[in-house]
């Protein structure tokens, strides 16, 4: 216990000190100064974070041998600890830019014994600092090899808050080309009413879009790339990448949409004018291309000028539309009388309350026209990585903005439907008198005159004559009737809400503001798709989704700017400016930005759905059934605009979709699809726990011991072929000595790469244990969960039995009664080459003689060269000897060549035998039937041959149900023989029709059934004598000494004796199967049962041995005589 003197001495001293946090750091002053963290975490007393020292506060001090606390009323001193105190370091992305190199001590580095080192009494309660200075760093770093960096200052980067930020930008946005020039056309069709619902309902879906993407920005930090990283970090890279790609260059064609209604504006302005460069059309291509340049000339000189243009845009904006409300509360005069403007009128509001569709048009046409001018809600997320707050900015920007917009757009539609007919003529009599009086000095009009007219009512002059009625001017009165009397104008009605795209010109109190008001709506939004598509772009590139992208992704130095993905998104802009067809480009994108929103409120719906604890939006306003319904508007929106269209919108996306679900990027997002699969799969495992088992419903569910499952490629291959879409595969491993010693090995990830290049439906599970044995019986109790548990042990056959220890012969019996203890049913198959890559003396070699002319494999023999040589320790799947890497290293792990040529691939494989067997003498060459026994079973069809099943003693029919499950797939092409055993001649024929009929019962096809009624002759003699020498180290030698408790592995004469019978007739069987098998493609056999405490292990392998020795693909096959078969429905 610490003293009281102690403490207070302690106090005293602390109570000097200031009350910053004191931590030594490991991260370098660049990446502080480039990070935006203020971790309060300081070295010095002069940083600017800190703030004033306050006496008698908390002072902490970490090192490696020391960690103190003090306050002014109470000091607790900590030494000789190794924690680290919670950071915000600790959690970062290791990737991450602000991740520096602070991290939490490791478990071991907790709870392993320390090693006292040197003659440091303090060595033995200590370590070398966890978060040391950055002069350990740089030793330990360049003790690796790396060389040191300088650091580098970068530059501030511009932060903007949420006005700034998100507010603005989705307002101008917002308040597009379609306030100016096409509110009033929406409300001379559809009618007060009816506008004011298609703004709510464009305000509804994107209101639920934005509470969407604001519960989906708030579960993280958001970075660059807007709804593409919403969408891609919500559903996973399939869908994020289609919609990030679809995305940026919808942004991108929206800079060319803007900049063609800027042009078509001014265009029409210059033609008021009477000016006009070459014609219509060309004059918006002209005028378009130089202001795409001037846009791109705005970009380049950074988010800084961009921002300050875009406040300077939203006021030009605001000030059009207070312009026009004010010219709403203007007298009308006779020139805005006769183009419909009557000022605010109860009856002009009622006539145009109510809907009148014309021509084609109806609620879904005006609502597709409209809808665009609802878009632009992802401006403030689309330069997420440019905010200052993102979580906050997003959802309060995105909101406020269309709240504010929606009640502009129901005000502005009002008020039009309040002062504007729905056709006016623009007839003015005074003038038309003055035209007729300046061309006729000598006369007056008289009643039906025919006139005249010279641009009565526009800039053009007609040469036709119409009749005009006979009228005084003091006594025409601009009626509803008189104004909207279409017939007095040859041409009819031109002006009105129906006919007058420049009705709000006309309105308001000076015209002139208003074409500011476009030029403002579509430069704004222009500039700010400039700027958003080459975002995305780079974020989508930056995540390699598609290949040959990653190119745009690079940076400036000085701004972070994609500068690459700017210029592709400027040329993109330019091509689209250049069709200057405005209503051939907006259908196009308006689809686009339908499908993003759509999905954005899908992943919401979806990751709410699937609910993983990772789930924990600091925005709570959000409910998934309203994100579906989102979801399903926009769906709806999309087909009502132009089906066609929306078509092939979905079929673009869903093209993009099936090319990244087949690349597979090497990604891991942590996407509601994870979290769906894990709900699925525990949701139906515990769901099959309550079903009981049936015979009809059987599957093979094999535990397959292969150690490293790339050393035995053969045995994976072949099992896979069993169980691929039928039952569970699990490749288990075995590794000799002390958990703590081989964590690496353990959740390391090679297995499952191996599995993925050789397309193996597998998991791994491994073992580590003091011997083989032990570790074989964990798996066979632990392997699996539930109804997914292993009833089936498959291993491969001990090659070097004879030549191996013992002990080590005996653990691989011993596992066989294991496995039937435990009613699993055991396979071992064995090949003549091995089932690897020579690993071991005993199963094969991989080496031949220099002077063998065997030729090398062909291309399809050799595709097991891709493999990478990743690193390995010490796996064993079977007692040392069999098939194992005897402790070796492979060398580090390598990307894999795109060379796949057959030398190629050779020298792969000659590669990666010789880090693991070792160093052999030169000149040898590599044996090529080795490696085409390595591939055997990797390949989709088997080219020919039987499969001959030796059906020699009932254990349920797992023996006749495999090889039908091998002829389903990759075996198709070879028929299956089934040899049985017979007692007596004369009752072959019955015993071959009764197997043939449980055949047809048990719906199994056979292309030949034989029975053997010699299987009981005596063997050969020479067959015996080669038996013999093969048994005979396994036999007690009683007259040395030997005992049976010495040598539980040897047989003692008593038990040659009694087990004879059984011994003839394997030697008996081996003799009938190379008569008939021995051109077979593979070769499966009932299992010899081993009853305990009867037959030992060296006489067992005798039997299996000589059964399998020198044969083709051989499975011999035990089920747990329970039945698998049925013909009962």
């Known amino acids: 216990m610490l003293g009281t003197g102690e403490v207070e001495g302690a106090g005293e001293d602390m109570k000097k000190s200031s009350s910053r946090f004191q931590v030594a750091r490991v991260d370098s002053q660049a990446d502080r100064r480039g990070s935006g963290d203020n971790d309060g975490d300081v070295e010095h007393d002069d940083s600017p974070q800190s703030g004033p020292a306050s006496p008698g506060g908390a002072r902490f001090s970490v090192s490696s041998l020391n960690f103190t606390y003090d306050t002014a009323n109470k000091t607790c001193g900590w030494r000789n600890t190794h924690e680290a105190i919670p950071s915000e370091d600790h959690y970062r992305n290791i990737f991450s830019a602000t991740a520096g190199l602070k991290s939490r001590p490791t478990l071991a580095e907790l709870h392993e014994e320390i090693i006292p080192e040197d003659n440091d009494p303090r060595s033995r309660n200590n370590r070398e600092p966890l978060l040391g200075g950055q002069k350990q760093v740089d030793a330990e770093l360049a003790d690796l090899g790396v060389p040191e960096v300088e650091p580098v200052t970068k530059t501030a980067l511009v932060k903007f808050g949420w006005i700034q930020g998100v507010f603005i930008r989705c307002l101008l946005n917002i308040w597009g080309v379609m306030l100016f020039i096409r509110l009033a056309w929406c409300v001379a069709h559809a009618g007060v009413m009816a506008v004011i619902g298609i703004i709510l309902l464009s305000g509804c879906v994107t209101t639920i879009t934005t509470i969407s993407m604001s519960a989906i920005c708030t579960n993280g930090v958001v970075k660059g790339g807007g709804a593409y990283f919403l969408i891609s970090r919500s559903l996973g890279p399939e869908f994020g990448g289609p919609i990030g790609l679809v995305f940026s260059i919808a942004n991108a064609v929206a800079v060319a949409m803007y900049v063609v209604g800027f042009a078509e504006t001014a265009v029409a302005l210059m033609e008021m004018h009477g000016a006009e ?475 499952y790469n191996f599995f993925q290049r050789r397309k193996a439906r597998s998991f791994y599970s491994c073992a580590v244990a003091p011997n083989f044995r032990l570790g074989v019986q964990s798996l066979l109790q632990n392997v699996g969960i539930g109804k997914f548990r292993p009833n089936l042990l498959v291993m491969g056959f001990k090659c070097n039995w004879n030549e191996d220890t013992p002990e080590n012969v005996q653990q691989y019996f011993s596992t066989i009664h294991d496995a039937f203890d435990l009613h699993y049913g055991v396979g071992i198959l064995r090949m003549r080459e091995g089932l690897g890559m020579g690993l071991d003396a005993g199963d094969a070699t991989i080496f031949n003689d220099p002077n063998d002319p065997t030729p090398p494999p062909t291309d399809d023999e050799l595709s097991l060269s891709d493999n990478e040589d990743e690193e390995k320790d010490n796996h064993h799947s079977l007692p040392n000897g069999h098939e194992s890497n005897n402790g070796r290293n492979a060398k580090p792990a390598k990307k894999s060549s795109k060379d796949t040529s057959p030398q190629k691939r050779l020298e792969t494989v000659v590669e990666i035998s010789q880090s693991r067997a070792g160093p052999k003498d030169g000149g040898q060459a590599i044996n090529t039937e080795v490696i085409r026994a390595m591939n055997r079973f990797n390949l989709k069809k088997i080219p020919g041959g039987t499969i001959d099943v030796w059906w020699l003693y009932d254990d349920g029919g797992l023996t006749l149900l495999v090889p039908y499950l091998l002829k389903q797939k990759a075996w198709k092409k070879c028929p299956i023989r089934i040899f049985v055993p017979g007692t007596r001649k004369g009752e072959i024929d019955r015993i071959q029709r009764e197997l043939v009929g449980m055949l047809q019962k048990f719906r199994l096809t056979a292309k030949e ?85 009867t037959c030992s292990a060296g006489l067992y392998m005798s039997w299996v041995d000589t059964l399998t020795r020198d044969m083709p693909p051989f499975l011999l096959l035990r089920g747990n005589q329970q039945s698998v078969l049925t013909f009962y429905s």
Not at 327 to 349: I, N, V
């Open 1009 to 1093: 059934v034989e029975v053997l009624p010699e299987i009981n002759k005596v063997p050969r003699e020479e067959s015996i004598r080669t038996f013999n020498t093969y048994f005979q180290p396994w036999l007690l030698d009683e007259e040395k000494g030997e005992t049976q408790e010495e040598f539980p592995w040897k047989s003692t004469q008593a038990e040659v004796d009694l087990l004879s019978d059984k011994t003839k007739r394997h030697i008996r069987l081996r003799e009938l199967l190379i008569e008939r098998s021995s051109q077979a493609a593979l070769i499966v056999m009932t299992l010899p049962m081993p009853r305990k405490g």
């Open 277 to 751: 460069m070459v014609n219509f059309a060309s004059d918006i291509r002209i005028i378009g291309i130089i202001t795409m340049f001037v846009l791109f000339a705005i970009t380049l000189v950074g988010m800084e000028w961009e921002s300050r243009a875009q406040i300077v845009l939203l006021v030009v904006l605001l000030i059009a539309l207070v312009n026009f409300v004010i010219g709403t509360f203007l007298p009308p005069t006779d020139y805005k009388l006769a183009r419909g403007f009557t000022g605010f009128s109860g009856t002009t509001f009622k006539a145009n309350f109510l809907p009148d569709f014309r021509g084609s048009e109806s609620f879904a046409s005006v609502f597709s026209v409209f809808f665009p001018a609802a878009t632009g809600i992802l401006a403030g997320a689309n330069i997420s990585g440019d905010l200052r707050d993102p979580q906050k900015a997003i959802p309060k920007g995105t909101l406020y903005a269309i709240i504010i917009s929606s009640i502009v757009y129901i005000v502005v539609a009002g008020m039009l439907g309040a002062v504007l007919m729905r056709d006016a003529n623009g007839f003015e009599p005074a003038v038309l008198l003055a035209q007729v009086l300046s061309s006729n000095t000598t006369s007056s009009p008289s009643a039906n005159t025919t006139v005249l007219v010279y641009g009565m009512a526009t800039n053009d002059s007609a040469n036709n004559t119409f009749q005009v009625p006979s009228v005084n001017p003091s006594e025409y009165v601009f009626s509803p009737e008189n104004v909207a009397n279409c017939s007095l104008m040859r041409e009819g009605c031109k002006y009105g809400l129906f006919h007058d795209y420049q009705a709000m010109m006309m309105i308001s109190g000076y015209g002139y503001l208003i074409t500011a008001g476009i030029f403002s709506a579509t430069l704004s939004s222009a500039l700010a798709s400039m700027v958003s598509a080459p975002k995305v772009f780079q974020a989508v590139c930056k995540d390699g989704i598609f290949p040959y992208l990653g190119w745009f992704s690079a940076v400036s130095a000085k701004s972070e700017m994609p500068y690459r993905a700017f210029v592709l998104t400027f040329f993109l802009g330019l091509c689209f400016t250049c069709i200057g067809d405005l209503n051939a480009i907006a259908p196009m994108i308006s689809m686009f930005f339908l499908a993003t929103y759509a999905l954005i409120n899908f992943s919401c719906f979806d990751v709410a759905l699937a609910n993983p604890p990772g789930w924990r939006p600091a925005f709570r306003y959000y409910n998934k059934w309203a994100s579906l319904v989102g979801f399903l508007i926009c769906l709806v929106v999309m087909f009502l605009i132009q089906w066609m269209m929306a078509l092939g919108c979905v079929l673009i996306i869903g093209t993009a979709f099936m090319y990244v679900k087949h690349v597979k990027p090497d990604v891991n997002w942590g996407s509601s699809g994870q979290a769906h699969v894990y709900r699925k799969a525990l949701k139906f495992s515990l769901k099959l726990l309550r079903t009981e088992d049936h015979i009809k419903n059987f599957r093979p569910q094999v535990l397959v011991l292969t150690g490293e499952p790339e050393n035995r490629p053969a045995l994976v291959d072949f099992v896979s072929h069993v169980t691929k879409n039928v039952g569970l595969m699990v490749c288990g491993s075995v590794i000799i000595g002390k958990p703590s010693d081989h964590l690496r090995q353990i959740h390391s990830p090679t297995a």
